[in-house]
Structures are given as structure tokens and as C-alpha cells.
């Protein structure tokens, strides 16, 4: 995550943000476009929220943040967006304040939204930007509300970041399904998972095997 959590600071062979294509696109928490900063074991990664991973961290009360994220926007074409993030109705997301900082081509606009609100994507609003130019998003622990020992305090959540073209649609939410009969091996594919009709080629060699057969048969007779 950048120089965030497992990392740090370490000087590791900077990984490229891939560009936005004109139709968007969703940036998640794992990849090179987000970066996690402050102390790496305060930033906490589970296998839960938008695509099975979020990070989550503790609000605090303090002046200054201790951890943070930064949604990077590289854009391929200019124009207006609008910017989506994802919370999970309280699970993780339970900041009441999370307060977004949206750097944009017209400037800097803060949107404050409760994560523990609701479950999917929750509107920032629409904003201009420009291609070739950094624009971002960015959001701090230090969203007012007061920090405490474990198992206390709330909860700030850093997950999906999707971004729509102005009357555009937001990416809809689809539960994911699983064969309970089958299994993923390592490269990917399925291990005990079967057809419910034979393939043309697995056809096709049964005939050719049953006619061998058959001559077979016919000169031993």
C-alpha cells in the first residue's frame, strides 16, 4: 500500500498508478493508486468490505492525523466525475465524521459522511478534473471523535474508491456465488467443479472411439 501498512517508508521500488479510463473505474485499497501513511501497525487490513479487503484504523480526537489515506486520481481524459466511496454499514466504517478531502481542477471541497450510515457506495459529489494532473483523495483518522484502548473507540475504515463520468452509473453491488462443490486451486481454476453437458471435442472422441471399437470387433470375426 505504498508506504502504508507492512511497508512503511522503506524505499521499496515505487509501484505506478495506473490512469482512469474515460469510462472509470474503481480503485481498491490494495492497489498502487492508494497509499496508507503514519504507523503501519495502526492500520489494519481484514478480508472484508468491496472486493473480500478493507484497512480500518482508529478515529482519534487529536490535532494533527497519526494515519491517513490517499486515493490517487490519474486521469486519461478531462471532464467531470463523480466520486464514490464504499463503507459497510458499521462493521468496520463506524465514523460518524469521516471527513473526505476531494483536491479537484476548481480547488479543495471536504464531504463528511457517516460510514456506519448505510452498506455500498456512498456519494461524495461531482467534480471537475483535468488529465495529467494530480488530483486526489484523502482521508485522516483524526476525524474528531475520541480515540480509546482496545476493544473501544470507533472505527475508520479506508476501502473501495470509484470514480463515474458526470450521469453516469455507479458500479452496482453483486453478490458474489460459489459452487460449494468446487474448489480454487492456486493458478486460478477450478478443481471438482463439472459440466452439466459434454464439451463438442469430449463428444466427438466417444464416437470415434466407439467406431475403432466396432472394427475391431468385425475383424476378429
Known sequence: WGGGPGGGECGIEERACLEIPADGGVIEESDNCFFGGGQNQYLREVTEGHDGGLIWTKATD????????????????????????????????????????????????????DQSSSDGWRSLGVF?????TEHSVRLND????????????VRLMFDALQV???GGDAEPEEPETEDPDSETDESGGLIGGCSSAPSPASSLWFVLLGAFVMMRRRRRS
Open 164 to 166: 463515474v463520468p458526470e
Open 142 to 153: 483524526n476525524t474528531g471523535e475520541p480515540w480509546a484502548e482496545d476493544p473501544g473507540g
Open 128 to 132: 471537475s478534473f483535468e488529465a495529467e
Open 62 to 113: 487529536s490535532e494533527m492525523p497519526s494515519n491517513y489515506g490517499i486515493w490517487n486520481l490519474n486521469f486519461a481524459a478531462s471532464g467531470r466525475y463523480e466520486v464514490l466511496v464504499y463503507v459497510d454499514d458499521g462493521q468496520y466504517g463506524q465514523s460518524t465524521q469521516a471527513a473526505y478531502l476531494v483536491s479537484h481542477a476548481d480547488g479543495e471541497d471536504t464531504v463528511v459522511v
